[in-house]
């Protein structure tokens, strides 16, 4: 019998999906693809556990290096290295990742890719790539919301902004057979999105770009838009609220998420100001997705 050999094991908590995010990036950096393997995954608390493997034993100084350029001091020194079977850690990756059920939207891993009934739309993202896979209540809300307006309309041109892993894109995409823009600022969440894209046999229909609010030529030959979905953060939304209102088409509608429900009041003065209106309001798990109409 072969026996399987280890994998080395770095391991850490961190405070939030922007600092997880920053951490993601700079190991990504550094150690390629078959040289680690990154995943990153949010706690009932809030804060993030951000787990590498590696093949070969690490450079413990050099991740630690890395972890505090990132994210500070206090949390290199928090990192813990140890030892795991290959098999258990990618068996309980897999298995963390259980489908989640959106109205017709099922967000699911590969094992999991037979089950989906035919009456649902399944959204396949692999466990390694944890940013935005469905088990976010900020992502099940707004695909939550997205289900409820396909049900009654068909936007003709739709955004997807701050798109991370694409999977509100591909939804989109894949329930009206159509075209959707998806934007993100940040490098690897582009190529990640194009390739779930390609998995969902999407990729033709999923145009992922990187930008940085509204600033690439593709917004304006996009536009208006019918439909956006904005699954962020609180403040970047309030920013973008006057950019995302002059891209909107007359009655479009907006989906935002990525905020804490006591943060919702001041997001929604924002669009209220540039003439949209709350529709619904969805509460999961303490985060607040939101369904707008602009009015004027």
Request: contains cysteine; proline residues 6%; neutral net charge.
């Amino acid at each position: 019998m072969t026996s399987i050999a280890p994998t080395h094991r770095v391991s850490f908590a961190i405070g939030d999906e922007h600092a997880a995010k920053s951490v993601v990036d700079a190991l990504t950096e550094v150690f390629f693809e078959g040289q680690a393997a990154i995943a990153a995954f949010e706690r009932p608390d809030g804060r993030w556990d951000v787990t590498v493997h590696f093949a070969e034993p690490p450079d413990q100084p050099l991740v630690r290096e890395l972890v505090a350029n990132a994210a500070g001091a206090d949390i290199a020194e928090g990192i813990a290295f140890d030892t795991v079977e290959a098999k258990d850690w990618v068996k309980a990756s897999l298995e963390d990742l259980v489908p989640v059920p959106a109205g017709r939207f099922i967000v699911h891993g590969q094992h999991d890719r037979e089950r989906i009934a035919p009456n649902k739309i399944g959204i396949e993202i692999e466990a390694a790539l944890a940013f935005g896979t469905g088990h976010h209540g900020t992502t099940r809300g707004c695909l939550l919301l997205l289900d409820h307006v396909l049900k009654a309309w068909r936007p003709r041109r739709v955004l997807d902004l701050g798109t991370g892993t694409g999977v509100l894109a591909i939804a989109a995409a894949k329930a009206l057979h159509d075209k959707v823009l998806a934007s993100d600022i940040d490098p690897p969440s582009v190529q990640v999105a194009r390739e779930n894209a390609r998995l969902n046999v999407s990729g033709h229909l999923v145009q992922a770009i990187r930008a940085t609010g509204f600033a690439a030529p593709q917004f304006a030959d996009a536009a208006p838009f019918d439909l956006v979905l904005a699954n962020i953060l609180a403040n970047p939304l309030r920013q973008l609220a006057a950019p995302m209102t002059r891209h909107l088409a007359p009655s479009a509608l907006v989906i935002l998420s990525g905020l804490l429900t006591p943060q919702a009041p001041a997001v929604i003065a924002a669009y209220r100001a540039r003439g949209l209106v709350p529709v619904r309001h969805l509460r999961i798990e303490g985060w607040s997705s939101l369904l707008l109409r602009k009015v004027n």
